[in-house]
């Protein structure tokens, strides 16, 4: 090759591999700039405070209602009961893999409990609503075919990874000196652990929880298979309710013309959620780097 | 405030005037260290005596720290790691089936080389052992015995106003002193220091050295360093390692003036190390 050539080859690759980076943010600025749009043209039909703090869902009815906080309400019930089970669950077996495990253990068992993560959303939809509800019905007879509670466990067990995994890297970072400094002192592996490195780990055991709420909230699939599809204000976790997801996919699914009101509903639904998540993973990721500079 | 540096006793007083009439506190007898295969400590066999400084000296990886740790069995938490031979605290085998070691670890306390204080408040840090032990759940005297801690790391004075603020705000130094202070919490019997003041500057050196001079009247205090001016400076009684051996041990004076093994001599002399 000659100079010239090589250079040329040189500026073709930089040029290209420049188009990819901006291709890749300009989609997502399309994506945000698509939901504003939409959002914008949906908060002139219906005002902003009765959107957000209205009680009532009912879009499609000829008595359109455009409370938004059913939606939001049965999101936050199903994550919340998700994060019952992956907080408890996931701490513990974090503490057990990065305190107690011996290496070898630890080897075998994180990338098994990291598999969980990469089973289909679909799978544990249909494992929530074909598997568990009948399960716990057997238990809880007044249990809904469709509810909060079925979905919400189940997604507790898909995001339990997330939560162990992230959680051992941040208890793993806790240098070794302060393990030592507190056997030192003649603490047990068990108050060396609750009391010194889970604390010093803190901050990054709490963006896992975050991220984890995070992707709770955006779940799709379960919820849209085994939670039902009605908007209600409830706590109660036996009766079908409709989450901010589980909404949009079955408005996109069904025959809304685009342009209506109804097709707008999607996009500011959307928003709301994509700001529910941004700022849960702003929060995370505030947290990860306040820890990495205390052990940096 | 700044001291004027403690003269060199060792080297000034006359002989036999250094050290006080002790016992033995500590009594090893053939002691192999292994990490997995690799052998780190052989056939040591020394006694230690009690309330007075003992220092051990030797090039890195002679195995002087490994054989500090196997006195509070620290050793104990790394994979692999196995213990022959016998060491006795006050007559008691603490290698023995028996032995609580968080027991041993109440009565021999450690300070390690990286200053690791909890990332707690300067309270917090120096009541953990307290709390962990179950030594005392009363406020007053929590606090009583947090403050006598501080006062004997000649600590106090420079945080006695912001002890609820986290420890890791401390100087380097500062930060060493209070782990001296969170192991004097417990009032363990005898303490290991493994290269306290190789992170600090000279003052800050200095400030440890005194609290060390001050320390061995009440406890048994075991000292690893690579700097033999130090050794020189603060121990009473001194042992040479060597690829995993104890060369020589006797009074300080002794080892840096009239060694008998010719290697502690070259050591000592400044000719490898």
Known sequence: MTRTTRRYVEWTIERALFACAVGSVLVTAGIIGVLLFETVAFLREVPIGSFLFGTVWTPLFSDAQFGVLPLVGGTILVSAIAMAVAVPA????????????????????????????????????????????????TFLPSLSSFNALSPGLVMGIMILPLVSSLSEDALHAVPNGLREGAYALGATRMQAALRVVVPAALSGISASFILAMSRAIGETMIVAIAAGQQPRLTANPLVPVETMTAYIVQISMGDTPAGSIGYRTIFAVGMLLFVMTFVLNLASDWLRRRFREVYA | MIRPLRPLTTFTSPPGAAAPPTGVKIAVTGLDFFYSQKQALSAITTDLQANIVTAFIGPSGCGKSTFLRTLNRMNDIIP?????????????DIYHPGTDVVDLRRRVGMVFQKSNPFPKSIFENVAYGLRVNGI??????????????????????????????????LSG?????????RALAIQPEILLMDEPASALDPIATQRI????????????????????QQAARVSDRTAFFWLGRLVESGPT??????????LTEDYVTGRFG
């Open chain 2, 80 to 92: 692999g790691a196995r213990v022959e031979g016998q060491i006795l605290i006050d007559g008691h």
């Open chain 1, 90 to 137: 996931g701490l513990l077996s974090a503490i057990y893999l990065s305190e107690y495990a011996n290496p070898r253990v630890r080897r075998v068992v994180k990338p098994v409990l990291e598999v969980l993560a990469g089973v289909p959303t679909v799978v544990y939809g249909y494992f929530a609503l074909l598997f568990v509800t009948p399960l716990l019905q």
């Open chain 2, 209 to 228: 050295e005194e609290l060390i001079y001050q320390l061995k009247t009440t406890y048994t205090i075991v000292i690893v360093t690579h700097n033999m």
């Open chain 2, 136 to 169: 005392t759940r009363n406020r007053g005297e929590l606090e009583g015995r947090v403050e006598d801690s501080l006062k004997a790391a000649a600590i106090w004075d420079e945080v006695k106003d912001r002890l609820s603020e986290s420890a890791l705000m």
């Open chain 2, 173 to 181: 130094g500062q930060q060493q002193r209070l782990c001296i202070a």
């Open chain 2, 253 to 262: 004076e002794q080892i840096f003036t009239s060694p008998t093994e010719k």
